[in-house]
T-cell receptor, first 110, second 115 residues
């Protein structure tokens, strides 16, 4: 079983819809990252969270440490939001490398 | 501020050939990472450098993969000989804090196809 699981794996929605992508993890962490990857491979860091909630424009990320769960929300979705969204966690124990989820492919249709 | 640079962007080779990738991190970033991302999966860490020392290479297939960061700045990743299953995007990332416990900045990646 992967230490980081994302759902759904694929999500297609219409422009303007409210989007939620979920991330569950099974290890103790010091931080959780949400990343965006566009076609062509480039990855951009969206958020780094260790508790609570962060907001940047139309993007909101929340984390519940007790439940080992995080969500990424997109309000008023737009076709340019189409990308793969990746959750990654930094473990407390052992090597402090990032462990990545498999990604959620989001497609927003106009 | 210039981002993380990688070259080449694309490479096609035949199995058993050798290939090398280059990465130039953001100026002043102490920590450099090489990741392998197979299609449909999240990135997997191959090796992490802190300045010119190796912090973690536990998932690097050392029989065929090697990496160096001689002067603590740019880095090369080599595969010799390549196998079909090495087809992937190779991502380089850097971060400013020692130990890398902050935001990582990713390069555009090198897409390797092994035929």
């Amino acid at each position: 079983k992967n230490e980081v699981e994302q759902s759904p794996q694929n999500l297609t929605a219409q422009e303007g819809e409210f989007i939620t992508i979920n991330c569950s993890y099974s290890v103790g962490i010091s931080a959780l990252h949400w990343l965006q990857q566009h076609p062509g491979g480039g990855i951009v860091s969206l958020f780094m969270l260790s508790s609570g909630k962060k907001k940047h424009g139309r993007l909101i990320a929340t984390i519940n440490i007790q439940e080992k769960h995080s969500s990424l929300h997109i309000t008023a979705s737009h076709p340019r939001d189409s990308a793969v969204y990746i959750c990654a966690v930094r473990r407390i124990q052992g090597a402090q490398k990032l462990v990545f989820g498999q990604g959620t492919r989001l497609t927003i249709n106009p | 501020e210039a981002g993380v640079a990688q070259s080449p962007r694309y490479k096609i080779i035949e199995k058993r050939q050798s290939v090398a990738f280059w990465c130039n991190p953001i100026s002043g970033h102490a920590t450099l990472y090489w990741y392998q991302q197979i299609l449909g999966q999240g990135p997997k860490l191959l090796i992490q450098f802190q300045n010119n020392g190796v912090v973690d290479d536990s998932q690097l297939p050392k029989d065929r993969f090697s990496a160096e960061r001689l002067k603590g700045v740019d880095s090369t990743l080599k595969i010799q000989p390549a196998k079909l299953e090495d087809s992937a995007v190779y991502l380089c990332a850097s971060s400013s804090l020692l130990g890398g416990a902050d935001t990582q900045y990713f390069g555009p990646g090198t897409r390797l196809t092994v035929l």
